[in-house]
Each structure stands twice: as C-alpha cells, then as structure tokens.
C-alpha cells in the first residue's frame, strides 16, 4: 500500500479523426469581449464551413457561457481549465477577432503537442489582427511552432489553401522572399556614428523605467533583464501607483498650466460634461497632473526611457495615460520644471516612451532617439497597432492606430492638428483625453524588436505615411476606433500577407525622417547601432543599407 495517495493529472479527452479544437483568448475586460462576440461567431461560423468542406469537424473546446454571454477564455485560470478538455496532440486553432490577452493560453499552448493554427479575420471593426500578431509575438518568443492565417471573408483561394495545408500537413507555408540579411556594412558616417552610438551604451548604459511590467498579457513584450542588459539597457522598476501618488502632489494651477499651454498651441477637446462617456475639463486637468509626475519621477530616477501599463490597475483609478505619453514623447511641450524649480526637463527633448510598457519599443525607442538625435532629425518616435489596412487607389494602405495617442509633431499642424476625444468607455471606463489626428504624409522607417530563439532580432524596413482623402481616412476611423490617432502607412517592398506572416507583434514602430535619402541613411546608423549591441538585424522588403 502506498504512503500516499498520488496525484494524477485531469484526463483529456480522445483524439478524434478529422477534427480540430478551437478556443479563443479574449480580453480581460468584459465589455470588449461582449461587444466582440457576434464578431467572433462570424468568423467561427465560417471557419466551420471552411474546415466542413474539407471533411473536418471543429470542436469548441469551451461553451458559451451563459453568465457572460460570450465563449471568450477571459482569464488564464479560465484557460488551464478549458485546456484540460483538449487532447494534447489534437490540432489547435486559436481563432481571434478581439484584442486578446496571450497570458489567457500560453501555459496551455506551451504544452500542447498538436499542431497550432491562430487565425483572424482581416477586418477592422474589432482588433481581433492586432490580438492574433501578439499571440504569434508570444508563440515565437517562446519557441513554440504554430502556423498562422487570417482572411477578409473566408473564400479566397490563398486563405482555404492554407487551410487545405494545415489539415493535411500540420503547418502553413509563407512566402519570406521579402527578409534579408544585414549585408556587410560599408565604412560610411552613418555605420561609424551607429557603432560609436552602440559602444556609449553599453559603457555609459541607459535607464528604463516601467511602471508595472507586463501590460495586457503581451507576453511577447516583455524583454528579460538577461537579453536587455548585455545593450546597456537595465530596467527601474517602478510602480503605478508611485506614479498615482506623485499626481496628488501636482498643484491645481500647474495642471490648469499644462491645458491653458496645451489650447495656446492650438490643440482642441472635445469636451462634454457626462463623465461615463464624455471628455470633461476635470479628466483632462488629472492627465496634466499625470504628465508632470512623470517627468518628475523621471528626473528623481534618472530615466532614459519610460513606460506605463496603464490598461491594468490605474485604469480604474485615473483618467488614461495618453495625453501625458503623447507630449512627454514631444519636443515641444509644455515646460515641465525640476522640484526645485531650478531647471526645464528634458527641454526641447521627447522622451523615449513605451506605451503600454512594451518592452521591445523601449529598447527602440531610446535607440532611435539617441540614432535620429545625432543625426539632428525629430527623434519624435511612436508604435502603433498593426490594426488593418485595404487597397486605396490600387496600393495597399495600413491602418497604424494606436489606442490613444502620437507624439504632435507627427501631424502636419502639430498640436493645432491635435484633437481631444475620450477615451472609448469599453476599454477605459475613467475616460480621459486622446491625441487624435492623421499622421503626415512622408518618409518613415518602421521596425520591430523581438525575441527568437532567445535572442533579439529587429526587423527594419521603410515606408511612407500618406495622405488620403477626407472621407477616406473618415472611413476607415469609422471602420475601427475614430478617438485614436491614424497613420495611412505603404510599406516599401512588402505584401499584406507577408507583413502579416513576418511581424512577432501587436505594434509597429515609426519614426519620420525630412525626406528619402535622410530615412535611408538614418535606418543605415540605426541597423549599425543593433548590429553593433549584438542583435540580429533583419532588412525587410526594400530596406537598404545607404553606401
Ligand atoms: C484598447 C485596447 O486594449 C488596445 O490597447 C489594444 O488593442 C492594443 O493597443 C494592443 O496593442
């Protein structure tokens, strides 16, 4: 007889031929999921038809529940549990119409031994794209293979190919004929600048600040000390309710200092005075308080770079972060004064910001910042959602919307191309002031840091912002979020669908530079300047090295 009784884990259940599991992570939030499930039970219903005329059965792994009304994992306790009704060889597919938290399945997905499908549908009206390409963020972060897929309407013959693949095979090819490797760098001033940039930071070294890491479950975009460090870069971990109680001690007048500045400069709000679902006077004033925290605790830390989670935790306690990102990340803004008084900081100087505490913006950032500085360019630089995008006029122009907020020089008219919108009640119930506008037209270089193989990569590559009709850019506002800031972005030498197959995350990062030749001779010192701290440098589409 045993001494003990041991425990065993819960049995799954059988594999069976011909069928497919589906399960979908969802928001931690339970308006959003609400609001995007009949979303979802479209796509859900097509997929079915799909998998159904190829002979194959989907089973939904967990019920709608009827307490919540929707068939969102909403948790990652939630996504153990759903986890146990799954054979683990049995093929997967994560199917995402909403912005979805990662943390929800990984544990189950790090497990699984069965082929993984993550699908979306490509549309705008829910960030189910944005959701899926942190997802893959995650799934290649953690070296675990998947296959990826995503579709308009579910009847193109390059979507039900790749379904037929992943039936038959367990895996989808994509076309990747548009990545390069970093060639040999000439001796130019662009490479010498990059690598003297490089070796500053990791023998002067940078500080970032996050306050609370690891925002909305992006997995993806958490950066682990052992893989920042070795580029100078070292975490100040600080918590948002530091930066709460720094609020209290901003005085009425200084706050009331930062709107009647920010109105001077000829940015507007749209305000109202139902504070459940419009933009108040009093929301914005504790936004101004925020920005003046920030820059405090900054100087008392001596930040390089900074970050707020803000969508856990401080969103049910203030108004959003991002009217204090957007012009924190601004040259131009309004003065901010050491304790003391003594002493502008950070005069004249956007500070290197990572929204939602993404991790592999910040080392961007502060990366482009130092490169764009040097070179004596705005180093003014933002991610934006890869939200969605369709064909203008024959090309194919993305939505980059980020949930809030841009640095005003991206707009033509700066600050008087700035409007105030609340934040949507959905997602951020103490409102709070956006920074909307469309993102000038010119030159960009976008890229992305990420983790492979625990290593860092970074995909760069080049663009332009364009502009587009006013009722165009109207409908694609309406199409997705009108309260958040647009870039209407062409991407050089890359399709939708190898972006889509490439990207390892939910944002893209975008910094302008005046003109073509500036924009290649800037991603030349800012490829260096990675190459140099010993990340692996990925050229995409037409990127080129400037000789
Ligand atoms: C408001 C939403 O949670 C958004 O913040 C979300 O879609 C993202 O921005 C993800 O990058």
Redesign the pocket.
């Given at each position: 007889m045993p001494a003990y009784t041991l425990p065993s884990p819960v049995t799954r259940p059988a594999l069976e031929p011909k069928t497919a599991w589906l399960i979908s992570s969802g928001?931690l939030r339970e308006a959003?999921n609400r609001s995007g499930w009949p979303i979802q039970e479209r796509m859900e219903a097509e997929l079915a038809r799909v998998f159904g005329d190829l002979g194959w059965n989907i089973r939904r792994a967990n019920p709608v529940d009827p307490a919540t009304g929707h068939g969102f994992i909403s948790s990652q306790r939630m996504g153990l549990e759903v986890f146990t009704a799954i054979p683990e060889e049995a093929p997967l597919i994560v199917a995402e119409a909403v912005?979805q938290y990662s943390h929800h399945v990984l544990a189950g997905l790090r497990t699984h031994r069965g082929p993984i499908l993550t699908v979306a549908n490509f549309e705008g009206d829910a960030?189910g794209l944005?959701g899926l390409l942190?997802l893959n963020g995650g799934l290649t972060k953690m070296g675990k293979p998947y296959s990826s897929i995503w579709s308009v309407d579910f009847t193109d013959e390059w979507f039900l190919d790749g379904i037929r693949s992943w039936v038959e095979t367990g895996s989808i090819a994509h076309d990747d004929s548009h990545v390069h490797p970093l060639p040999p760098l000439p001796a130019t001033d662009e490479v010498a600048l990059g690598r003297a940039l490089a070796a500053q930071l990791t023998a002067d070294k940078a500080i970032f600040g996050v306050f609370d890491e690891g925002c909305?479950g992006m997995y993806n975009a958490i950066i682990d000390d052992e893989l920042m460090n070795p580029l100078g870069i070292y975490k100040e971990r600080l918590s948002q309710s530091a930066l709460w109680a720094e609020m209290q001690t901003v005085s009425e007048d200084d706050a009331r200092g930062v709107l009647d500045w920010l109105l001077e400069h000829g940015m507007t709000f749209a305000f109202g005075s139902d504070e459940a679902t419009e933009l108040t006077e009093r929301q914005v004033l504790l936004q101004a308080r925020m920005y003046i925290a920030l820059l405090r605790i900054a100087d008392d830390f001596g930040l390089d770079a900074i970050g707020i989670q803000y969508?856990q935790g401080l969103k049910d306690i203030c108004p959003a972060s991002d009217l204090a990102e957007g012009i924190v990340n601004n040259a131009e803004r309004p003065p901010v004064r050491s304790r003391d008084g003594s002493r502008v900081l950070w005069e004249g100087l956007p500070v290197p910001l990572a929204n939602?505490a993404d991790e592999g913006v910040a080392i961007d950032a502060l990366i482009t910042h130092r490169v764009w500085q040097a070179m004596g360019l705005d180093s003014a630089n933002t991610l934006h959602?890869v939200r969605w995008g369709e064909e203008f006029d024959g090309t194919f122009v993305w939505v980059f919307e980020?949930?809030g907020s841009v640095p005003p020089s991206h707009f033509a008219e700066g600050y008087a191309g700035a409007t105030g919108w609340r934040q949507?009640p959905m997602?951020f119930p103490l409102g709070g002031s956006t920074i909307k506008g469309v993102s000038k037209a010119g030159e960009v270089v976008w890229s992305r840091v990420y983790i492979q193989d625990a290593r860092l990569h970074v995909d760069l590559g080049r663009g332009s912002a364009i502009d587009l009709p006013a009722e165009e850019t109207e409908r694609r506002w309406q199409a997705t979020n009108p309260e958040w800031p647009i870039m209407h972005a062409v991407l050089h030498g890359v399709t939708r669908d190898q972006f889509m197959a490439r990207h390892k995350a939910?944002?893209a990062q975008l910094v302008y530079a005046p003109d073509a030749e500036t924009a290649d001779r800037a991603l030349t010192a800012k490829a260096a300047m990675f190459d140099a701290l010993g990340v692996t440098v990925h050229l995409i589409g037409d990127a080129r090295i400037a000789s």
């Open positions: 928001d959003p912005w960030p944005v942190g909305m969508q939602e959602d980020i949930s949507n997602y939910n944002h």
